[in-house]
């Protein structure tokens, strides 16, 4: 089987449900920016920090979920779709590493150990893919448990980020003003 078709050279593209759309419409925004976190994610595996990679391995596999569903223009209940137990999911996942860390007394820049930089990267791309979204959202029908997802997945990105700095010695550095 060849990896291109030569369909995509109108500038259009399919999706789930095999209808004809631009690759410039809101829903190929938003689960293209949903797919170039995830492989943002695939860069900073493995952190060097066993728990935080089963973490992240998961939340790759979310992310996939999430462009399934975005891809979807009109899903049926047995579709591959994020829910409410997703996001209930990565708040466990934050609040299991809370006590890891030093309360948050300032902003910090986005900065510290290769795999903790790239994890703020990870979440910079998150919150822009959580923008695409609800841009989605309001020009046509989507999850609104995923586009909850990534907000709250953002948040997770920033907790691994600062959990994988303080693990590998590399402290926090506050703008200045």
């Known amino acids: 089987m060849k990896i291109y078709t030569g369909r995509g050279d109108d500038g259009m593209t399919d999706l789930r449900d095999m209808s004809r759309v631009s690759k410039t419409s809101p829903r190929i925004e938003a689960y293209g920016t949903v797919d170039e976190l995830n492989a943002l994610v695939g860069t900073v595996r493995p952190t060097g920090h066993d728990d935080i990679d089963e973490k992240l391995a998961g939340v790759q596999n979310h992310l996939h979920v999430v462009q399934a569903d975005f891809a ?5 209940q047995d579709d591959p779709a994020i829910t409410a137990e997703h996001v209930d999911q990565v708040e466990a996942w934050i609040d299991a590493y809370d006590d890891e860390l030093e309360p948050l007394e300032s902003f910090i820049l986005p900065t510290g150990s290769e795999k903790g ?3 703020h990267h990870a979440r910079t791309v998150c919150r822009r893919a959580e923008r695409r979204a609800v841009a989605l959202a309001a020009d046509a029908q989507a999850n609104e448990d995923a586009i909850q997802y990534l907000n709250r ?4 990105l920033f907790v691994w980020a600062r959990v994988v700095n303080a693990r590998d010695g590399v402290p926090e550095e506050s703008p200045t003003y």
């Open 72 to 76: 979807n223009p009109e899903p049926d």
């Open 117 to 119: 930089s790239r994890l």
């Open 153 to 156: 997945l953002s948040d997770g």
